[in-house]
């Protein structure tokens, strides 16, 4: 908010990024729904494998999660520094921080119910990657506005998005013989 002196009003000053950042949630979920069914749509085209679930595995389903924020955060970028001054650094950061928090919240939230009370349920899964989703986005606002970014930060976040990058690719073709990756419905693994 910017105060007027001479008139002694408040007035409200419209954040960009945080309305990004509010958007980017609304976008993300829509940008899943269409993903979820992408690769049987395709004819199970291996290319549009790497980017949509394959199976039904909670591991698969992080895709639904990981790559509609990424491509939002990078279309925002390139429309944000247009109309503001962005740090490209930041951002990347924040980003980062975005995926890893939503790839560790799905999972958590579904072992933790179907542990606790011994059932699956559709609604809870999309329940927990709105709220995944959610959580990430404000968080990773939280962090773009108040880090005070170091270079090893920037070099630790590359890092951590290669790394996520190699496993989502990797793992759609071969995958750990661990229930993360295991398909419910077939209890194969991978393709």
């Known amino acids: 908010m910017v105060c007027d002196i001479m008139n002694h009003k408040t007035i409200k ?14 976008i993300i979920c829509i940008l899943s729904i269409p993903q979820h069914y992408l690769y049987d749509f ?3 085209l291996l290319p549009i494998g790497l980017l949509a679930p394959i199976n039904e595995s909670v591991w698969e389903h992080l895709k639904l999660g990981f790559y509609p924020t990424i ?3 990078i279309i925002s970028y390139l429309i944000l520094r247009k109309k503001t001054k962005i740090s490209f650094a930041r951002w990347f950061f924040s980003l980062v921080i975005t995926l890893v928090i939503c790839l560790l919240f799905i999972p958590s939230f579904y072992y933790t119910y179907t542990g606790a009370f011994g059932f699956h349920s559709m609604l809870l899964n999309i329940f927990s ?3 995944a989703i959610s959580i990430a986005q404000f968080t990773a606002f939280c962090i773009y506005r108040n880090i005070n970014l170091k270079k090893y930060h920037v070099h630790l976040s590359a890092i951590v998005f290669i790394a996520l990058l190699i496993a989502f690719i990797s793992f759609t073709f071969i995958p750990p013989h661990l229930p993360l990756f295991m398909d419910p419905s077939t209890g194969k693994y991978g393709l």
């Not at 000053?13 to 609304?26: A, E, H, M, Q, T």
Request: hydrophobic content about 55%.
């Open 13 to 26: 000053v419209k954040d960009p990024i945080k309305g990004n950042i509010f958007l980017g949630i609304l």
């Open 129 to 131: 990657l709105i709220l």
């Open 71 to 73: 491509l939002w955060w």
């Open 42 to 44: 395709s004819g199970k």
